[in-house]
Each structure stands twice: as structure tokens, then as C-alpha cells.
């Protein structure tokens, strides 16, 4: 503040302009840095819960809950559930503190929206769902508030754009690739610091003490120097780029008996959510054949859950129905040789490793572990941008 106090309104060299275009805009992206976090959270939440919740579920379940640290390790392991539980503290710390500058009002075109939440630790599940078509008919606060960030920073380029005619336009982010620890991410907050590092820096070398004053004329050279240094680039369209309606599990999709083949969703065992049918079936025969005379645990045991995961992380859904199939083959027919059961192809460490867990009576653990594989959560997780981030 003291720092525009000393400046011209209309400086004329570009160096001022550009640094007085900077100061301006500062205070207002104080939040951007906090994107990619808001973004990989709102991501994994639209992926992880497509076609597992209800509306009404949605309506009373809190956002904290599903992201208890210890439900979050049964299902995604200790490494990844570290990584969202990070993702998702760091994201409430960013919408709360952008609802504390803004007096709880987002900014939606020229309506102003009022959020009902001051701490999104708190709300529930369907306050940050992008539930209808669009954003303003009900809920989908998280994303609004992304949009009023990327929009403020898109500002703020433009005004850069303006003054600084002389260099070569630069390609958009896309908002997806913003997660954390990607490129993207790490050009974003390099920029943000760089531009306010460099700045005032450059600042605090020419003031004059005896006037009291800056040496407008140098600082105003330097800035020009370092003009590609803290050229920004802009983000695409989060409505276009980033956006997507979530998809509710439907009511009384929820019990094997009742099972809708044209569904999109089905409920098995208390636990597991899958997408096709064909994979429950799949899923409920090979586990009835491993299961006979042994006793299946309802969640696969760490020590075979990491190493299947680590032997098998190439495999893809079509791999992982043809591990079912065999195990299925094989528990069945109680065959002494995996060949000609219907496995994948296997190169030798993932043969050696089923052949140890077979010969250890495990396949009921194997199974149950390609059936949280098969399961809608499991397997879009693994596309995910978040994953990168491991």
C-alpha cells in the first residue's frame, strides 16, 4: 500500500504501468494459489461418488465424514488416503478464507450468490456437487467459487496483456491439469511468486532515501527487463473445461434381488458399487467358489492388497475380468495348473505371485481384492489426475 502511495496514476513508461497493473490486482489473488487443490478436490469427489450416492444421501452426509482418515485407508490405501486428506485441508483452508474476504458472497456473472457455509469443513456433501445444469440452480458452490478465482486471475492477465503488447501471446491452462503437484500447478504458483518476488525486489532496489522516493525511470526499466519472466498465462473456461453434472445413484438401485440391467449403478455386498452388471455377476461367482469351506473377510488383507497392487498396477479393467474369470476357473475346477483357466497374460513375477497365493489357500483374499478393482470407485480412481500425485 505504501508502495502506490509513491506511484504516478498514469505512469508513463510501461515498466509502471505494468507495476501499478500488478499492485492492483495482488490483494485479489490471494486465493488463486489455492486452486489446484479446489480443483483435484472438486475432480475426485465428482469421480469417486459418480453413481454411489443418492440425492438424499448427498443431502445429509457431511463432506468430512467421507473423508475420515480411516474409511479413506480402507478403501484407497495409506499413501493415497494421505494425499487427499492433504488435498482436502488445504482446499477448506483456501474456500474459507476466500468466504471470510468476501463476506460469503460469490460472484456468478453479475448476480451475486450467497453461500450458505462459512466452513466447508462442515457442509454437507451436496453443497459442493454440480447437481444441475447450471451452476446457479441449486448448490455447486465449490465450483462457483473456482470459477470467481480463475476469473479474477484471467482479469488480472488481461490488464498484464495490455501493457505488455510487445510479447508473444502464451497458451491457456487447462483447468483440469491444475491439479496438485502437476505442471501446471507448479507454473501457476511459480508465477504468483515470482511476479510478487521480483517486483518488489526490484522495488526495494531503487527507492532513494534522500527524496524520499522511487527512481520511477529505473524501476521502470528493470520491470521491463523481467517482463517474460512474470508474464502470466491465463486459465480456460472452468464452465467449458471443467465442469461436469454429477450423476446420483438412483433410488432402490441398491440390492442384488432387484438388480436393473439397463441400470447404470447396482449395490453389492454392503460394500462394493459397480457400473456393469456383468462384473457383479462376474464378482459374486468367482467369490462363491473361493469362498467355499474358507471364510472371506470383508476387505482384503493390507499385506496381499499392497502387493497385488503393486504386481498387477498395469493391468487394465478387461486384465482385471480375466483375473476373476480364472480365480473363478480355477477355484472351481480345483485345477493344479493356472494355464487354459482364462488368467491374462502374465509375465513372470505376476506368475510366480499367483501361484504363491494360490498355493496359500489366499485366493479368497485375491478376489475379493479384483473385486474392489472391478468396483465403479476403484476403477475411476485410478484415471484420476490425484493419482499423479502419489
Known amino acids: ?8 496514476e498514469d505512469g508513463a513508461h510501461t515498466g509502471m504501468r505494468l507495476l501499478m497493473t500488478v499492485l492492483h490486482h495482488l490483494p485479489m489473488l490471494a486465493h488463486v494459489r489455492y486452486l489446484p487443490e479446489m480443483v483435484e478436490l472438486y475432480l475426485w469427489i465428482h469421480k469417486s461418488f459418480r453413481h454411489v450416492v443418492t440425492k438424499d444421501e448427498a443431502m445429509t452426509v457431511r463432506v468430512e465424514h467421507i473423508l475420515d482418515e480411516n474409511l479413506l485407508k480402507q478403501r484407497f490405501g495409506s499413501v493415497t488416503s494421505s494425499h487427499i486428506r492433504r488435498v482436502w485441508s488445504r482446499a ?15 460472484n456468478w456473472d453479475c448476480e451475486e450468490v450467497s453461500v450458505p457455509f462459512k466452513d466447508m469443513g462442515t457442509c454437507s456433501l451436496i453443497a459442493i456437487l454440480s447437481e444441475m445444469d447450471h451452476p446457479t440452480e441449486g448448490n455447486d458452490f465449490l465450483f462457483m467459487i473456482i470459477n470467481n478465482i480463475v476469473l479474477q486471475y484471467n482479469n488480472f492477465v488481461t490488464a498484464m496483456t495490455e501493457v505488455t503488447t510487445g510479447l508473444d501471446r502464451v497458451a491457456e491452462l487447462h483447468p483440469k491439469s491444475l491439479v496438485c503437484n502437476s505442471r501446471s500447478s507448479v507454473v501457476l504458483n511459480g508465477m504468483l511468486s515470482s511476479t510478487e518476488d521480483i517486483l518488489l525486489g526490484l522495488v526495494e532496489s531503487y527507492w532513494i532515501d534522500e527524496e524520499i522516493n522511487f527512481n520511477e525511470a529505473k524501476i521502470s526499466a528493470a520491470v521491463v527487463e523481467n517482463m517474460e519472466l512474470i508474464c502470466p498465462r ?4 472452468p464452465v467449458s473445461f471443467l465442469r461436469e453434472k454429477f450423476a446420483f445413484r438412483e433410488e432402490g438401485a441398491g440390492t442384488t434381488a432387484d438388480m436393473d440391467r439397463t441400470s447404470d449403478a447396482v449395490f453389492c455386498d454392503g460394500f462394493y458399487y459397480f457400473t456393469r452388471n456383468e462384473d457383479l455377476a462376474l464378482y459374486e461367482e468367482a467369490k462363491q467358489c473361493a469362498n467355499d469351506g474358507r471364510s472371506l473377510k470383508g476387505s482384503a488383507e493390507a499385506d496381499i492388497q499392497h502387493t497385488t497392487a503393486v504386481t498387477f498396477h498395469t ?29 491374462p497374460v502374465l509375465n513372470d513375477s505376476q506368475t510366480s505371485f499367483l501361484i504363491s497365493t494360490m498355493d496359500d489357500c489366499r485366493a479368497a483374499e485375491l478376489v475379493n481384492f479384483c473385486g474392489y478393482q472391478l468396483a465403479s470407485e476403484a476403477y475411476r480412481y485410478v484415471g484420476l489426475p490425484s493419482r499423479l500425485a502419489e
Open 1 to 8: 500500500a505504501a508502495l502506490i502511495d509513491y506511484m504516478p
Open 234 to 237: 491465463p486459465i480456460k473456461n
Open 92 to 106: 477448506v483452508d483456501g474456500v474459507n478464507s476466500f468466504l471470510s474476504a468476501n463476506d460469503s458472497i460469490v
Open 315 to 343: 493391468f487394465s479393467h478387461s486384465d482385471w475380468r480375466a483375473m476373476l474369470e480364472g480365480l473363478r476357473n480355477f477355484t472351481e475346477q480345483r485345477a493344479l495348473d493356472h494355464n487354459g483357466l482364462g488368467f
